[in-house]
């Protein structure tokens, strides 16, 4: 059995698109829960005001899956004009420590 991967996406844009990004993300959200391999997709709000997804994927190759699914692809098209830098995705892979429910994801 291979080891989960976490994954951040990090969405910054103009002040001005946030109910539009947000929008966006919605459809988005529903769509990739229904994703194989999708144990978490969870989106937040930082101080700065982007928008970060914490996701948990069962395995490496479910996420490349996800990374070409139509979920996806409508997403980019729908707020890439809103964005002010590239999407900001980060691979992680956990190092449990501590309790089993509050050392890992």
Request: aromatic share 4%; hydrophobic share 50%; charged share 20%.
């Amino acid at each position: 059995m291979s080891q989960p991967v976490i994954v951040t996406a990090v969405f910054h844009f103009r002040p001005a698109s946030r109910d539009a990004v947000l929008a966006a993300l919605r459809p988005a959200v529903s769509a990739v829960h229904e994703e194989l391999g999708c144990e978490l997709y969870a989106l937040h709000e930082a101080v700065d005001g982007s928008f970060v997804l914490i996701e948990k994927w069962e395995s490496v190759e479910l996420l490349d899956a996800h990374g070409s699914s139509p979920a996806v692809e409508t997403l980019v098209g729908a707020i890439g004009e809103h964005l002010t830098a590239p999407v900001d995705v980060t691979r992680l892979t956990g190092i449990p420590m501590g309790t089993d429910a509050q050392g890992a994801l």
